[in-house]
């Protein structure tokens, strides 16, 4: 069984930063894409960021420039550099895998993780 664990949410002042992990456990082949979603009160989740198996990154429009995804193989872990953070960025984070960069937005699981708590607020 694949099990998601989620960390490094917290409280911010907009403009601050936050360094979100994902440490994934269970069978998992390494090649899948990896992704971060996030989900706000009263929306829908949806996907943030997500890397490949050959490191190529996809990113919605609004964290362009300012969130960085990465991945450890080794580790089976994917974190999330997030920089110049706005009230918007305020939801709960979770991680999840999907097949390719085209199709992340279908995670493979539909168990999800706790998640992590971002609050942007002053």
């Known amino acids: 069984q694949v099990q998601f664990v989620e960390s490094g949410g917290g409280l911010v002042q907009p403009g601050g930063s936050l360094r979100l992990s994902c440490t994934v456990s269970?069978?998992?082949?390494?090649?899948?894409?990896m992704g971060w979603y996030r989900q706000a009160p009263g929306m829908d989740r949806e996907l943030v960021a997500a890397i490949s198996r050959d490191y190529s990154t996809r990113y919605v429009d609004s964290v362009k420039g300012r969130f960085t995804i990465s991945r450890d193989n080794a580790k089976n872990t994917v974190s999330l550099q997030m920089a110049s953070l706005q009230p918007e960025d305020t939801a709960v984070y979770y991680c999840?895998?999907?097949?390719?960069?085209?199709?992340?937005?279908?995670?493979?699981?539909?168990?999800w993780g706790q998640g992590t708590q971002v609050t942007v607020s002053s």
């Open positions: 269970g069978t998992i082949p390494r090649l899948y894409t």
């Open positions: 999840n895998v999907g097949f390719s960069l085209a199709e992340i937005t279908r995670p493979i699981y539909d168990s």
